[in-house]
């Protein structure tokens, strides 16, 4: 399959490598090209580093791997053509680090970053998902635990949340996923982000995740 | 010990319930004191109903386990000189019912309800605690998976704190509790209500905990 994946930064980078080992062509977006030749040495043939526009164009599935501050201009420049109709695996977080550390988010509560961008781009399968672990956990959960833990996701349209689910065990390996709703609760685990954070700090490493027991 | 709990709806009744099976002196403080009738008559002697005021006086050990929208207001009628220098046990989440279901949170992001409560009673050592599950899991955890599942406390004074986790491990049976930090990190717990609402629709019941995984 091809796939696009808006952002270069480490979680663009931890799928892109993920699903160019697993033989899909892979397309990176990214605003400053010379940045990933290290990368792209280390991925081989099957991946490609490109603008945003390009590598929307690219995908038939396309991720957002974007800091959440830059992922609506991510897509703006992506284009509305070269991503409409197409499934968006949406994992940014809405942190805003300008008011110093811990972050706080730019938008929670009544809103989230996973319904933002459905609203700007309404023919888009906007698909919220992973953003609830640490990037090397993502495309990788068994090294933790054997994969006993979870992952959530949230959307509107049926059939592009379980083409992910699909996607989510057959590519990465995901044993438990949550299915929590339309894409209003993304919410719900952009807004988990706080106390991930400071599990992080009290547990000093950002290889974790929960378990849901019940 | 002589604890008072202010609220008395399904929390108040469970952590008061629990407290008075383990041969302390329990009153439950409350607004309307005809309707803990039956209640009393389920705990049995060592069991007392009162205003919060003579809640608060009452308690070496203080909990509040009104509903968020109230506690401010509970704490006021509670009386500055009845909970100075006293613990207080916050299981309060801020929720606003206001615009319907799910519920938003009434502060959130850059301020929580443990801080506003922190803030106002500077001489109460607040310990926010217990407000990640349903109340009949907050005094006995290990009717869930064996106890193997976690809670978490937030709060500025260190002893407080440990005293906080000794009474969670020994009177209710917590095995795992994680200590995030100050009470700024009430932040977290508070802002994980959102996700917790949306796995409570998803599972089909209340009961049921995070354990983190690592």
New interface residues.
Partial sequence: MKVGILGSGMVGQAIGSKVAELGHEVMLGTRDLTKLQDWLGHVGGNARVSSFAETAAHGELLFNATSGGGSLQALSLAGEANTNGKILVDISNPLDFS?GMPP??FV???DSLGEQIQRAYPNVKVVKTLNTVTASLMVDPRQ??DG??HI?VSGNDAKAKAQVVTLLSTWFGWKYI????DIT?A???E??L??W???W???G?G????????
């Fill in positions: 008011h706080s988010l929670s509560n009544t933790l635990a006993e833990h959530f949550i299915d929590l709703g609760t919410r719900g685990t807004m988990y706080p106390i954070l400071q599990l700090g009290a547990l490493t290889m974790f995740n929960i378990q849901v027991v019940k």
